[in-house]
């Protein structure tokens, strides 16, 4: 997590090359601030974020990646 108010949120530590988030794609040192337009500061605030979504649709995460920002959609498998 970085300290700056602008770029709080989660760091991608690694993609998994066979995932949906390699497709979108996600990469190694981006940081997600936002999912569903709900802010993310922490890895609880994303993970809050998931359990609390009631659609099968995709999530779109909003992001910075070399400090421009993004959106993107990402589809999820459903729960097992």
């Not at 760091?11 to 794609?25: I, K, L, S, T, Y």
């Not at 981006?30 to 609390?52: K, P, T």
């Amino acid at each position: 997590v970085l300290d700056h108010p602008m770029y709080e949120g989660v760091r991608v530590d690694r993609v998994d090359p066979e995932g949906p988030a390699a497709m979108v794609p996600l990469e190694p040192g981006d940081l997600i601030d936002g999912l569903d337009d709900a802010e993310v500061d922490s890895v609880d605030d994303l993970f809050d974020a998931l359990v609390r979504r009631q659609s099968e649709r995709p999530v779109v995460l909003q992001g910075f990646r070399d400090k421009v920002g993004f959106r993107v959609a990402l589809g999820l498998a459903p729960p097992e």
